[in-house]
C-alpha cells in the first residue's frame, strides 16, 4: 500500500474520473494539489475583517474569503497553542491526543522558569502528523514557524514527525526571545541570527516566516507540497516594527501595536498568495487559513483592554483558555481557485481534527484513523446539507474543563465532577443562558458521548487536578 506509483496511479484515476471531486478548473492532469495551512497565534473570531472588524483592516485574509468559502461554525482543537496543534497535526480531539494542555501534569519533558519546574507533553513516534502521511505519499512537506509539539527537548525538532524542511522555534517566539529572535533552528540545527544579536532588531518573525514560505513556493514547482506557515502573531508580547499604517491613530501604542503585528501578518499572507499566482500554482494549491484559539485576555490588564478595544472576539463570549465560544471558535478560510466556489460562507461546525482527513482526502490519500471527517464534500458544495454530529474538547488549566458541540447544543464542564452547563448556540450564541435542567435527555446524551470520548493519559492522569498556581 505505500508504492508511490500505484498512490500516483490511483490520483489520475480520481482526477479523471470525478467531476464533482476536483472541479473543471486548469488543474494540472495528474498533479495531485498542493495544501497550504496558515496559522495564526491567538488571533480572534472578530479579528479579520471579514469576520466583523471594523477598527484595523486585513485585505489579504478578506481576500482568501473572498476567492473561496468562509466558515462561521469552525473550532480550535483546544482554548490554547500546544493541544490545539496537537489536534490539528494528529487528527485527535482533545479526549486522544497526546498533548492535550501547554503543560503536563506529569511525565513529560522537564524544563524550568527561574526556580519553577515546568512539565511538558511531547509527540512521540507512536503519534502521527498530517506531515507522516503525506510524506509516506510522495508530498514534500515543510514548517516554517512555531512548533510547540516535544516539550523542551532540543532535539525534538518537527522532523521527527515527517517534516522534510522545518525553520522555526520549537515554543513561542514572542515569550522566548521576542520577536526580534537572535536564534531559529533550521532543521536540527540551531543556528544564530546576527540581525539581532546582541538586542538588534534586524529581522521581524512574521518576515522571518513569510520569507522562508515564499522562498519554498519558488523551490517546489513540479512535485506537490504539504506547507504548513505557523506565524506566532498577534501572540503575546505586543511587538512591531513599527506602527503601520495605524501610526497616526490615537489610540494606545499596544493597540498600535496589536493592530500593527495583524497587519504584518496580513502582508505576509499576500505575499504567500501572491507567490503561488506568480508560480503558475494558483489552480494547483490549496490555502487553509485558520488561528489556534481565541484572542489572550491575560495575565495584564491591558491585554484584556487591548482585545476589548478591537471586539477581537466578536459577539462570542469568553476568550483564550475558556470553553466558551470565545475560546475556541476561530477564523477558517479555506481557498481553492475553480474548484472551490469563490465568496462563499459555510454554517457546516468543524474542528481541527477534520484537517487531517481533509488533506488526506484532497491528496487523494489513504485517509487514517482520525476523531474528524473529511470537509471535502463541503469546500466544494457549501450548500450541501450536514449531519449534526458531537465535537469533543478537553483541557487542564487552570482546572480540568471539557466541552461538547452537537448541533445547535453547546455544553460545558467546569472540573471532574462539575454539573453541565447547556447553551442552544441557535437562539443563544453569546451563552448566556443555561439551560440544562430544562433538557436533561440532552445533557444525559452528552454526558455518554463524553465518558465515551475521554481516555487515560500518562501526562494528564485522572487522578491530578490542576490549578492556575501551578502554571507560569
Given at each position: 500500500m505505500h508504492n508511490l506509483t500505484r498512490r500516483s496511479f490511483v490520483w489520475t484515476t480520481l482526477a479523471a474520473t470525478s467531476g464533482i471531486a476536483f472541479g473543471a478548473g486548469k488543474q494540472r492532469k495528474g498533479r495531485r494539489p498542493n495544501i497550504i495551512f496558515i496559522l495564526a497565534d491567538d488571533m480572534g473570531y472578530g479579528d479579520p475583517g471579514v469576520y466583523g472588524q471594523k477598527k484595523f483592516s486585513t485585505p489579504n485574509i478578506d481576500r482568501?474569503?473572498?476567492?473561496?468559502?468562509?466558515?462561521?461554525?469552525?473550532?480550535?482543537?483546544?482554548?490554547?497553542?500546544?493541544?490545539?496543534?496537537?489536534?490539528?497535526?494528529?487528527?485527535?480531539?482533545?479526549?486522544?491526543?497526546?498533548?492535550?494542555?501547554?503543560?503536563?501534569?506529569?511525565?513529560?519533558?522537564?524544563?524550568?522558569?527561574?526556580?519553577?519546574?515546568?512539565?511538558?507533553?511531547?509527540?512521540?513516534?507512536?503519534?502521527?502528523?498530517?506531515?507522516?502521511?503525506?510524506?509516506?505519499?510522495?508530498?514534500?512537506?515543510?514548517?516554517?514557524?512555531?512548533?510547540?509539539?516535544?516539550?523542551?527537548?532540543?532535539?525534538?525538532?518537527?522532523?521527527?514527525?515527517?517534516?522534510?524542511?522545518?525553520?522555526?522555534?520549537?515554543?513561542?517566539?514572542g515569550s522566548t526571545q521576542g520577536y526580534f529572535p537572535a536564534q531559529r533552528y533550521d532543521n536540527g540545527r540551531l543556528i544564530d541570527l546576527p540581525e539581532n544579536a546582541n538586542g538588534k532588531q534586524g529581522l521581524y518573525a512574521t518576515?522571518?516566516?513569510?520569507?522562508?514560505?515564499?522562498?519554498?513556493?519558488?523551490?517546489?514547482?513540479?512535485?506537490?507540497?504539504?506547507?504548513?506557515?505557523?506565524?506566532?502573531?498577534?501572540?503575546?508580547?505586543?511587538?512591531?516594527?513599527?506602527?503601520?499604517?495605524?501610526?497616526?491613530?490615537?489610540?494606545?501604542d499596544d493597540e498600535k501595536t496589536y493592530a500593527a503585528m495583524i497587519e504584518y501578518l496580513d502582508r505576509g499572507i499576500g505575499r504567500i498568495l501572491e507567490t503561488i499566482k506568480t508560480s503558475g500554482l494558483d489552480q494547483d494549491t490549496i490555502v487553509f487559513f485558520a488561528s489556534d484559539n481565541g484572542p489572550r485576555s491575560e495575565p495584564t490588564p491591558q491585554q484584556t483592554r487591548v482585545i476589548d478595544f478591537f471586539d477581537s472576539n466578536g459577539p462570542l463570549h469568553g476568550y483564550k483558555r475558556d470553553m466558551y465560544?470565545?475560546?475556541?471558535?476561530?477564523?477558517?478560510?479555506?481557498?481553492?481557485?475553480?474548484?472551490?466556489?469563490?465568496g462563499r460562507t459555510s454554517d457546516v461546525p468543524t474542528y481541527f481534527p477534520?484537517?487531517?482527513?481533509?488533506?488526506?482526502?484532497?491528496?487523494?490519500?489513504?485517509?487514517?484513523?482520525?476523531?474528524?471527517?473529511?470537509?471535502?464534500?463541503?469546500?466544494?458544495?457549501?450548500?450541501?446539507?450536514?449531519?449534526?454530529?458531537?465535537?469533543?474538547?478537553?483541557?487542564?488549566?487552570?482546572?480540568?474543563?471539557?466541552?461538547?458541540?452537537?448541533?445547535?447544543?453547546?455544553?460545558?464542564?467546569?472540573?471532574?465532577?462539575?454539573?453541565?452547563?447547556?447553551?442552544?448556540?441557535?437562539?443563544?450564541?453569546?451563552?448566556?443562558?443555561?439551560?440544562?435542567?430544562a433538557h436533561p435527555d440532552v445533557v444525559a446524551r452528552i454526558e455518554q458521548h463524553i465518558r465515551a470520548t475521554h481516555t487515560p493519559s500518562v501526562e494528564y492522569p485522572d487522578r491530578v487536578e490542576n490549578s492556575k498556581e501551578n502554571q507560569p
Open positions: 482568501l474569503a473572498a476567492e473561496g468559502v468562509r466558515f462561521t461554525q469552525a473550532y480550535a482543537g483546544a482554548p490554547v497553542c500546544a493541544p490545539s496543534r496537537s489536534s490539528l497535526m494528529t487528527g485527535l480531539n482533545g479526549g486522544h491526543t497526546r498533548v492535550r494542555d501547554n503543560f503536563a501534569l506529569a511525565g513529560g519533558h522537564v524544563g524550568h522558569k527561574g526556580k519553577q519546574e515546568i512539565r511538558r507533553a511531547s509527540l512521540t513516534p507512536e503519534d502521527h502528523t498530517i506531515a507522516d502521511y503525506l510524506s509516506r505519499d510522495g508530498y514534500a512537506t515543510a514548517l516554517f514557524g512555531k512548533w510547540h509539539l516535544d516539550g523542551y527537548d532540543p532535539q525534538a525538532t518537527p522532523n521527527r514527525h515527517g517534516f522534510d524542511t522545518f525553520k522555526g522555534w520549537l515554543t513561542q517566539t518576515n522571518i516566516v513569510t520569507d522562508d514560505a515564499v522562498a519554498y513556493i519558488r523551490q517546489h514547482l513540479q512535485d506537490p507540497f504539504f506547507l504548513y506557515v505557523a506565524y506566532d502573531a498577534p501572540h503575546s508580547p505586543y511587538l512591531a516594527p513599527d506602527f503601520g499604517s495605524y501610526a497616526h491613530e490615537s489610540w494606545d465560544e470565545g475560546g475556541i471558535r476561530d477564523p477558517l478560510i479555506v481557498r481553492w481557485p475553480s474548484h472551490i466556489p469563490a477534520d484537517f487531517v482527513p481533509t488533506a488526506l482526502d484532497l491528496a487523494g490519500a489513504p485517509v487514517e484513523h482520525s476523531d474528524g471527517i473529511s470537509l471535502r464534500p463541503y469546500l466544494l458544495k457549501p450548500d450541501r446539507k450536514f449531519e449534526d454530529r458531537f465535537l469533543y474538547w478537553e483541557f487542564y488549566e487552570p482546572s480540568f474543563e471539557q466541552a461538547v458541540r452537537w448541533g445547535k447544543w453547546k455544553a460545558v464542564r467546569h472540573g471532574r465532577s462539575g454539573p453541565l452547563e447547556l447553551y442552544d448556540l441557535s437562539n443563544d450564541p453569546a451563552e448566556k443562558t443555561d439551560i440544562a435542567s
